[in-house]
């Protein structure tokens, strides 16, 4: 699935972790249905959604890259434009998906959205306002606000800082930059010997880069664990829930 166009806004999706914490016996987390539609395919639709997002890319497990395909037809997502092999770490499969993004881009102001394929509680705003983020401030990173007291601790679990709750967050997704600037980091990386970042954030930082930081929805998780899939159910219930009641209401007005 390949095709050279012209495109200014990108999604890079990163599916290619085959979900261990999950303990899902058959299949990668991000191929695991809820409300009857795989995690991915939630995932991509707001994607597909968006106005602002001109084409996506994604880095897959290499031996479910046919499967994604399928389900990409099934549900007709027709902005991805490539699917790629994801590596052996987040950081390798980001940057697969990032040469993808450079093979389908023909102009050099792209801005990338780094994305979870098992992150599906966005919004079409949340990725809009991280392109707009980029266009101002050169990035965006997308946050969780804190409810509790964040702590730094040593090795020896004693406690080292103890920072602002109202100046701590937490860095999820999408982050979201120039296609150039996140490209040239992850080059640096390659040349370093570097491969154990822990996100684009992190490695962005590391090389010198300004990060701007946006606040994204509470309910933006990381679909890891169990514990994770049944939240998510949960909080599909309550939206599906509260449409039906509206509509409901509707009628009887």
Not at 97 to 102: D, F, N, Q, T
Not at 105 to 126: Q, Y
């Amino acid at each position: 699935m390949s095709e050279t166009v012209n495109h200014k806004n990108i999604g890079v999706i990163f599916a290619g972790g085959v979900g261990t914490r999950m303990k899902s016996k058959d299949i990668p987390k991000q191929f695991l249905c809820i409300h009857g539609k795989p995690i991915i395919i939630h995932t991509l639709e707001w994607f597909e959604k968006c106005n602002d997002i001109d084409a996506v890319v994604i880095a897959c497990v290499e031996n479910y890259i046919g499967y994604l395909s399928s389900l990409i037809e099934k549900y007709r997502i027709r902005k991805v434009k490539k699917t790629v092999p994801g590596g052996n770490s987040g950081q390798q499969s980001i940057y697969n998906g990032l040469i993808a993004a450079k093979e389908i881009a023909g102009t050099d102001d792209t801005v990338v959205l780094i994305h979870d394929g098992v992150r599906p509680l966005i919004n079409e705003r949340l990725l809009s306002d991280n392109i707009e983020s980029v266009r101002k401030f050169g990035s965006c990173i997308t946050a969780g606000i804190v409810k509790e007291t964040i702590v730094e601790i040593d090795d020896e679990g004693n406690i080292r800082n103890v920072p602002s709750r109202q100046h701590s967050r937490v860095a999820k997704a999408p982050q979201s930059f120039y296609l150039k600037d996140i490209l040239c980091a992850h080059e640096r990386a390659v040349k370093d010997g570097r491969n154990d970042f822990i996100d684009s954030c992190t490695l962005m930082k590391h090389y010198g880069y300004n990060l701007h930081m946006i606040d994204g929805p509470y309910e933006n998780i990381k679909i890891t664990t169990p514990d994770d899939y049944y939240m998510m159910r949960a909080m599909l219930d309550v939206k599906e829930n509260s449409q039906l009641y509206t509509d409901e209401e509707a009628k009887n007005d």
